[in-house]
């Protein structure tokens, strides 16, 4: 007769991410920048996207997973540590989904907690920035991606905002001037330094 064995749980070995957006505001990019920033500071990485209708404007999803060893997992993130909101007219409580209230709820909003919270249901920690209004004055474009980076970099400390200031170096700098990447590096520092917390 063979006793019943009782499973253990399994300790989370990796550190994930779902970002939502729609197509065209960067959630793509911002997940493929934090997974080569967090590749060079030593970490196993993962960047993904998921679509819907291929066309700008359409709601698509973006995932990373960074852990410190090999990453077996292929699967799309169903219960990630932090999601990202890029645009808030996606706010619904589909939108956190799989989200403990360990978690935490990061949004590009000019409202605030409570508005975020009635839209969603979440109970966990939710912190807000204007993501828009700062790319907007910085990059002179309303792609909110980069101060997203920033705040996300602040409220998870996933990877060091050097790293990232790094990256946007070595992407923008093949491609474009000075001033661009200059641009994009206060957008991110702007995102890491005005960022919200709810307690």
Request: some cysteine; hydrophobic content about 40%; overall charge neutral.
């Amino acid at each position: 007769m063979c006793k019943e064995v009782q499973s253990m749980p399994v300790a989370k070995k990796y550190f994930e991410i779902r970002w939502h957006g729609r197509a065209g505001q960067g959630a793509k990019s911002a997940s493929q920048m934090l997974a080569e920033a967090a590749l060079e500071a030593g970490k196993f990485v993962q960047a993904f996207p998921e679509y819907g209708a291929e066309r700008t404007g359409a709601p698509m999803r973006a995932f990373n997973r960074i852990g410190d060893e090999y990453i077996r997992v292929r699967s799309a993130i169903e219960n990630p540590d932090v999601v990202v909101v890029i645009d808030e007219t996606l706010l619904s409580p589909a939108i956190v989904e799989g989200l403990s209230e360990d978690g935490i709820l990061l949004v590009n909003t000019v409202k605030d907690f409570e508005f975020v919270r009635q839209k969603t249901g979440f109970n966990g920690k939710i912190c807000v920035v204007d993501a828009t209004d700062i790319a907007l004055q910085e990059i002179k474009r309303g792609i909110p991606n980069t101060p997203m980076l920033g705040a996300l970099v602040r409220v998870t400390g996933v990877v060091p905002l050097e790293v990232i200031e790094k990256r946007i170096e070595k992407m923008f700098g093949k491609k474009f001037p000075q001033e661009v990447v200059e641009a994009n590096k206060r957008a991110l520092r702007r995102g890491y330094e005005e960022v919200k917390c709810s307690e």
